[in-house]
């Protein structure tokens, strides 16, 4: 009975993204705008009925909260929205601290990181608008935090962390009224949903892996 409700929610998860996906790259807005409420609520279902921890569910949860928020054309429900995903990875940081592992190299990892966190924002400072700045840099350095660490959880969750980074970078260059790639939303949800789907599974399996059960995801 729990392994088909995982295999439903996975499921679930997996029809949505391509829903999602599919209206973004043929411009099908009514699409995107059904999908994309669905997708972070459906993820945390599956990680409830995997026996993740509560925090990875309340952290999915914050992260459906910053993309119904995103998605209102206003400079408070930004800034509503980018206080959700804040709270989000501060769940990923408190998850990594509990399950993760110091990794070779941590420093140079930290350091690498350190120098795109400055440069980043040094060079979209300009071009924010001056009530985004400070909240932006700080979003930023919480953010590269929790791409820096996910590395202690394996190869996986480094390539989610950083794909989030990416994803919120291509937002606030936007914002900035940076240049974009062709149908710029995306590229931003494609690796927005890679980096949640990949966080999320390392720290399923690293959850089952400390507490001794048999892992519950494929």
Known sequence: MRQGRRFLFLLGFGVAVAVDLGSLALGFT?????AKPVLMPVLAAYAYVCDGPRLLVVGLLCGWGGDVLLRIDAESAFLAGMGCFAAGHGCYLLLF?????????EGLWAGAYGLALVAVVCLLWPDLPA????????????LTAMADRAGRLGSPAAVGGALFLLSDTLIATGVAKWPQ?????????????????????????????TSGSAPAVP
Not at 97 to 105: I, N
Not at 131 to 142: C, E, I, T
């Open 131 to 142: 009530g985004l700045r400070v909240p932006v840099a700080g979003y930023s350095l919480l």
């Open 181 to 209: 790639l062709p149908r710029p939303d995306l590229w931003i949800m494609l690796t927005y949903l890679a980096a949640q789907y990949l966080l999320s599974h390392a720290t399923l399996r690293a959850h089952h892996l």
């Open 97 to 105: 601290r509990r399950y993760g592992t110091e990794r070779a190299r």
């Open 30 to 34: 009514p699409g995107h705008v059904v």
